[in-house]
């Protein structure tokens, strides 16, 4: 079970951390991503990692500004998200799967099998 929190409203230029937190199995060896989905569009994976280091894909429209993390004790991992801009607007996933492919694969299929409940994330002045 994966189970989120973080999402809010926030001014443009601002920052949020989102949180994801894994219950009934550890991360190790896992592939760990964000994704989310804006009203009327398709979701789009925005970053994924392979918690062994295998590598980690950020997409073009938030590369420089998000950044995912792991907590190796707490079975924790995070979206630090800054510069919000308007079009980050979105309800926002994390998401984990055994890490046996690139941190780009999972990004770009959305094929994990475990999925948060999602948050909202609103950039507005």
């Known amino acids: 079970q994966l189970v989120e929190s973080g999402g809010g409203l926030v001014q443009p230029g601002g920052s949020l951390r989102l949180s994801c937190a894994a219950s009934?199995?550890?991360?190790?060896?896992?592939?760990i991503g964000w994704f989310r989905q804006a009203p009327g569009k398709e979701r789009e994976g925005i970053s994924c990692?392979?918690?062994?280091?295998?590598?980690?894909y950020y997409a073009d429209s938030v590369k420089g500004r998000f950044a995912i993390s792991r907590d190796t004790f707490n079975g924790t991992f995070y979206l630090q998200m800054n510069n919000l801009k308007p079009e980050d607007t979105a309800v926002y996933y994390c998401?984990?799967?055994?890490?046996?492919?690139?941190?780009?694969?999972?990004?770009?299929?959305?094929?994990?099998?475990?999925w948060g409940q999602g948050t909202q994330v609103t950039v507005s002045s």
């Open positions: 009934g199995f550890t991360l190790d060896y896992f592939a």
């Open positions: 998401a984990a799967d055994n890490g046996l492919f690139s941190a780009n694969y999972y990004c770009l299929s959305r094929s994990l099998n475990y």
């Open positions: 990692l392979i918690t062994s280091g295998l590598g980690t």
